[in-house]
């Protein structure tokens, strides 16, 4: 199984007892709750984008180096819109790991009504719309336009442009005011791994979160009682091809469960727990007790907050 597609083990996803209520939730999102679009003009806008090719909406100077995921739409998680379905890269992922953290690691609460949430990385959104169905005001971030803009769209579509705010920013630009101090739990999953400065990012997801907030954290990583990082960059491909332009990989760091848990608390969090590997993926939790300071000494930011 490729690092970009894996999906934790489906037998083991089934006895998670959150998995089912949040199945359940998702079907709210189905064609007869669509809000001011029809659901031929909602199926249509969706598969419309689905295998174009579009370099130029996100401004980069040299497609041929960029990641095949940027350039070429892919939808990102299994959605039944009961007119139509539509398989995502990640599958069933999204609610997977919601179950996860609120099973396995009893990190996230079912209920999420009056709390708000920053979703790192949401793809086309699969993980905003189950988190808005928990009751959490959403904010999502995703570094590639075109999928914030689905994300978006596919939210609005479903009456919750009030409840889901889908910015095209990188973690790494995160830095506004309204993003300080500011969210209940930042969900940072699947990203860790395909950024340069993860220790960098998670100062970000710790300066986002308000005092007591709680990160939830997963990544692809590597089986090592050390504390190492194995490096890949963006010349390791683990499936896929060129011409079809669907190849996996783009990972940067690889970290052990040791790294992590030191990188977690070194950006500056408290009762940091990390799970696995299990499948070559880690999962973690830590707590942002106060805002204190980080070493400065080496910092790729220096001024990060
Ligand atoms: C492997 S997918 C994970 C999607 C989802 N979070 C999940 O866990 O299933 C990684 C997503 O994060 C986005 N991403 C990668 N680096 C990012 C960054 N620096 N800031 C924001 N989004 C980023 C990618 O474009 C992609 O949509």
Redesign the pocket.
Known sequence: MSL?TARPDSATADHLPALDALRGLMRRFTTDHLVGITPEDFQHSLLARIGTIDSDVEGYDDPARQRD??IKFRF??DHDFGAFKLDGQ?GQ??LE?LASFIDRLGALPTDLTGKRVL?????TG??CLALAAMGAQVVA????RK?ATCAQDIANAFGLQDQIRVLP????ELTGEEHQDAYDYV?F???LY??TDPVL?LRHCFNALRDGGTCLI?TAGIDDQASTCRYEGPGVFHAGSESELNRSGWNWFLPSAPALRRMIADAGFADVHVQGPSDNRLLARARRDTHTDMLRAGLSVPHVR
């Open positions: 970009d995921l940027s990102g998680h990640m992922r999204h790991l979703d790192i990385g949401c793809w699969g993980a971030i995703e570094e590639v999928y920013l990188s973690l790494y969900l999953a699947g990203v395909h950024l990012a997963e």
